[in-house]
T-cell receptor
Framework: GENVEQHPSTLSVQEGDSAVIKCTYSDSASNYFPWYKQELGKGPQLIIDIRSNVGEKKDQRIAVTLNKTAKHFSLHITETQPEDSAVYFCAASPHKKAGGYNKLIFGAGTRLAVHP | DGGITQSPKYLFRKEGQNVTLSCEQNLNHDAMYWYRQDPGQGLRLIYYSQIVNDFQKGDIAEGYSVSREKKESFPLTVTSAQKNPTAFYLC?????????????FGAGSRLTVL
């Protein structure tokens, strides 16, 4: 069935280092890949997303890369800061038809700790 | 401020009792969702609704029920039939007209069964 695997489950880095989180998906029809950040005691918040017609997308210190052939995508955070500490979830979804619903399949999450 | 409000934030329940979690949004979003979050697992979909008076089962609907009488409200009832109800519950919403399923989440409700 549909599945998204996310690695690592925990990641510890020093402030200023880079962090990389990787996800693989099973449904080849998936073509929308969002990343959510969940801070302690809060709901997840979308931080960046990518569609299958793009190989890479950047937004300041965060970037996402997509390899459709290998069915994996990654989140890259550069110059990490303590406020980047959170749980990060990847997800995959087939293309959404207007007015319709396509489910999001979430990875299990990565707990990132950035140490000063 | 536009957003999703979930209440209560913390809830304790005795075994055999039904509880209802509230979810209200003022974003004018069409669709609303309930997810369950357990440690070390991804978010699992319980129920979703694309339109008022209509809802669909997600992957783990057994032991739960919902209603969608108003566009802005999507309460979730955790019934006594739910075998392992202790979890963190997240409500979300999205616009169906957008090109992708971009979810806005509430802050969550943590349910503990004593």
């Amino acid at each position: 069935g549909e599945n998204v695997e996310q690695h690592p489950s925990t990641l510890s880095v020093q402030e200023g280092d880079s962090a990389v989180i990787k996800c693989t998906y099973s449904d080849s029809a998936s073509n929308y890949f969002p990343w959510y950040k969940q801070e302690l005691g809060k709901g997840p918040q979308l931080i960046i997303d990518i569609r299958s017609n793009v190989g890479e997308k950047k937004d300041q210190r965060i970037a996402v890369t997509l390899n459709k052939t290998a069915k994996h995508f990654s989140l890259h955070i550069t110059e990490t800061q303590p406020e980047d500490s959170a749980v990060y979830f990847c997800a995959a979804s087939p293309h959404k038809k207007a007015g319709g619903y396509n489910k999001l399949i979430f990875g299990a999450g990565t707990r990132l700790a950035v140490h000063p | 401020d536009g957003g999703i409000t979930q209440s209560p934030k913390y809830l304790f329940r005795k075994e055999g009792q039904n509880v209802t979690l509230s979810c209200e949004q003022n974003l004018n979003h069409d669709a609303m969702y309930w997810y369950r979050q357990d440690p070390g697992q991804g978010l699992r979909l319980i129920y979703y609704s694309q339109i008022v008076n209509d809802f669909q089962k997600g992957d783990i609907a057994e032991g739960y029920s919902v209603s969608r009488e108003k566009k802005e409200s999507f309460p979730l009832t955790v019934t006594s039939a739910q075998k392992n109800p202790t979890a963190f519950y997240l409500c979300a919403s999205s616009m169906l007209s957008s090109g992708a399923n971009v979810l806005t989440f509430g802050a969550g409700s943590r349910l503990t069964v004593l």
